[in-house]
């Protein structure tokens, strides 16, 4: 872990150093910087952050309240294992929530949220072209959920996918590291955004089921 990926990753000026170093550890999971087999300790991480223990031992307690990591007695604390029953029913719930993230934002197409979409969209057509590192790829493929889901104009629904989508991006990585998952091509992404600036519902819904589906088959063919 080197003080540049630190320093990258540092939280905003007004946010608690307990929050600050929830967000970094946080990030350097879903970046794939911890594998399944590494044990994090309070005092390598403060020393990586520049913090005291305090705010990193709060911030690991709230990471294994939410179920990301584990404390394991006398070893310290890893990720949490994700089951594939837990992924499977993770990805059934996905289906639900971003079909219907979808129509909403089908209907919430204000100038504003279209401003932003179109800026997506050509961020995400240039970026289809290039090459990127695993967790970059995985990064830029939620993204799209998550905006969608901020566009849809519901913040229970935001609040309810975003935990989801880190959580099937926790056990992508962990198939990054095992050298089982590969990048695959994301045109359809872009073409779920362009139905939904075309205001496509059914079209829209109906990528979106085809997207969950490949990933919920990419998990099962492991």
């Not at 007695?73 to 993230?101: Q, T």
């Not at 849809?152 to 935001?158: E, F, T």
């Not at 955004?193 to 990419?218: C, P, W, Y």
Request: glycine fraction near 4%; aromatic fraction near 4%; proline fraction near 3%.
């Amino acid at each position: 872990m080197t003080a540049a990926i630190v320093e990258k990753l540092r939280a905003p000026q007004n946010q608690t150093r307990k929050e600050e170093a929830y967000n970094l550890i946080l990030e350097i999971i879903l970046k794939g910087g911890v594998k399944d087999s590494d044990y994090l300790s309070e005092k390598r991480l403060a020393e990586a952050f520049g913090m005291s223990r305090a705010p990193i031992r709060e911030a690991l307690h709230a990471l294994c309240t939410e179920r990301i990591m584990e404390s394991v007695p006398r070893s310290g604390y890893r990720v949490a294992p994700i089951s594939l029953r837990e992924i499977m029913d993770c990805i059934d719930v996905r289906f639900l929530l971003e079909k219907e993230s979808v129509r909403r934002s089908c209907l919430n197409r204000t100038p504003e949220a279209l401003a932003k979409l179109d800026d997506i969209i050509d961020r995400y057509d240039r970026a289809n072209k290039t090459e990127e590192k695993l967790h970059l790829w995985i990064s830029r493929a939620d993204s799209v959920h998550l905006f969608l889901a901020e566009m849809s104009g519901n913040i229970i629904l935001v609040r309810s996918i975003a935990p989801i989508i880190d959580l099937t991006r926790r056990a992508s990585i962990q198939l990054i590291h095992d050298g089982r998952l590969k990048p695959k091509d994301q045109t359809l992404h872009l073409s779920i955004l362009k139905a939904v600036r075309e205001g496509d519902i059914e079209k829209a819904q109906s990528l979106m089921h085809e997207d969950i589906l490949v990933l919920k088959n990419t998990f099962l063919s492991q």
